[in-house]
């Protein structure tokens, strides 16, 4: 059985090629792995060295936007099943133990979707953004408990991906759910597994934060009259569901809180110019 880690990468290469290093010198000799590390960034190449004991393959996909990427990965892909990581995140010491274990004991399961945590840059003094994002940003046991997953940390049969076309390379934001939805439809198995982690950054400034709101608005328009309406509504009412997992959240303190609830009222204005945009002004979705 081998296993296709497919990695979308549009600039930064330097948590990517330290992950791809340690995770061959703990799993030195293991070949039933292979790192496709698919490089979208359309003003440049990026330059990468693959390791001695796995393959890397670095390929070009020249359609802006990471699902597009992950699609031409999988083309790629020799493997029997695809996981799909972010660049930025950081595999567990025990992901790909993990990973071929539960698909070895597993084999009904179609997506197999894992654990991602979010850390802050100084682990014992989070900023107000990281906060921010991490109460709000990943929330995979959540997402899991509706048979979804987030492209930082889910696997697919390729047989199943096949089926089922890839994502929907259309949009920036939300393929995965959406290609989620439709593998429950066609009645594939999904399945979570806490045990396999991954450990994803939270965004730590403004940019950040306001280039994911973005991608967010940009996601929801575009598909269907029906859900077009549905996202302007979620876009336009006040963030009260927002606001009040900020206020339960726990392991925060009020003062924390407070600076992320400041930050949320924020982010929602910069949806709402952002849904005028694109909508009115005919603006370009964010990538």
Not at 73 to 82: F, I, S, V
Not at 100 to 117: F, Q
Not at 194 to 211: D, F, G, K, S, T
Not at 223 to 245: E, G, Q, S
């Amino acid at each position: 059985m081998l296993l296709s880690i497919i990695v979308p990468v549009y600039n930064d290469l330097e948590n990517l090629e330290k992950c791809i290093g340690s995770m061959v010198g703990r799993n030195h000799g293991d070949t039933s792995f292979e790192f496709i590390i698919v490089d979208n960034d359309p003003g440049a190449s990026i330059g990468m060295s693959p390791g001695s004991d796995c393959l890397v393959k670095v390929v070009k996909c020249e359609k802006e936007g990471a699902y597009a990427a992950r699609n031409k990965g999988a083309q790629e892909a020799r493997g029997e099943y695809l996981a799909f990581v972010d660049a930025d995140c950081i595999f567990d010491d025990n992901w790909l133990v993990n990973a071929k274990n539960i698909i070895g004991e597993n084999p009904d399961i179609d997506l197999v979707a894992g654990d991602v945590v979010l850390f802050a840059e100084c682990h014992m003094k989070p900023n107000a953004f990281e906060i921010y994002d991490m109460i709000l940003g990943i929330n995979q046991r959540a997402y899991a408990k509706k048979g979804k997953s987030v492209t930082a940390n889910l696997i697919i049969k390729k047989s199943v991906f096949a089926d089922l076309r890839g994502f929907n390379d259309s949009r920036f934001s939300g393929s995965d759910h959406e290609f989620c939805e439709r593998a429950d439809k066609q009645g594939f198995r999904f399945g979570f597994f806490p045990c396999l982690i991954v450990y994803h950054p939270a965004r730590n400034c403004m940019p950040l934060i306001a280039n994911k709101a973005k991608r967010r608005v940009g996601g929801r328009i575009g598909v269907t009259k029906l859900k077009d309406a549905k996202a302007i509504l979620i876009t336009l009412l006040p963030p009260v569901v927002r606001f009040y997992k900020i206020l339960f959240s726990k392991g925060f303190s009020w003062h924390d809180k407070k600076k992320a609830i400041r930050i949320l009222f924020v982010v929602n204005k910069i949806q709402v110019v952002e849904l005028y945009k694109i909508l009115l002004l005919n603006k370009k979705k964010v990538r």
